[in-house]
């Protein structure tokens, strides 16, 4: 794999990290209401969480699926009934007032990693790209330093956007806007999340 190659990969990882999807969404509620710090810690989940993705991309995924295809639906359940409770969590909370970062406690930092991991773990955009779209365009047999070069670029692509959404989301007008609409766009973010984890599940 040439060096435009993995530039060409990179791009492409760009576009799949910037589409909007449940990460977004986890990142962006994070960091208006816990404060940067608290959306750094997620971002670092949710990166973590992709490169599992394409290590297992690059291991083989896609053969073990063909072999027991069984553990893909289990996978797709099992993540769509993880969005499904994000979005109820979403929805049951969206009366709450918007907690000020600097007086309310703080979640602990491993916690919120975890809830990113889980979060893209779950997530199906990941598991489609990274089942097909990944190893449709990778070299048959990788080098290992391809491969580290490769799951690199993917985290830093990764933990860069979501890390820029947590600061951008985290600062005073933002979060002002966010406070204004919470109830709504908390309610309209989590019954999106709960039917793309119902089709997900039960599709």
Known sequence: MTWAAILTLAGLQALIAISPGPAAVVTIKTAASQGVKAGLALSFGLASAILIWA???LAGLSIVFEVAPYLQTSLRVA???FLIWIGWSMWRHARTPLPDPVAAPAIGAARLVRLGLLTN??????LAYFAAVFVGIMPADPTFAMALTILTVIFVIEFAWYAALSIAFSRPSPRRAYQRGKMHIDRAFGGILALLGARIAYN
């Open 121 to 126: 773990l779950a997530n199906p955009k990941a």
């Open 55 to 57: 290590s297992a991309a």
């Open 79 to 81: 993540g769509g009934l």
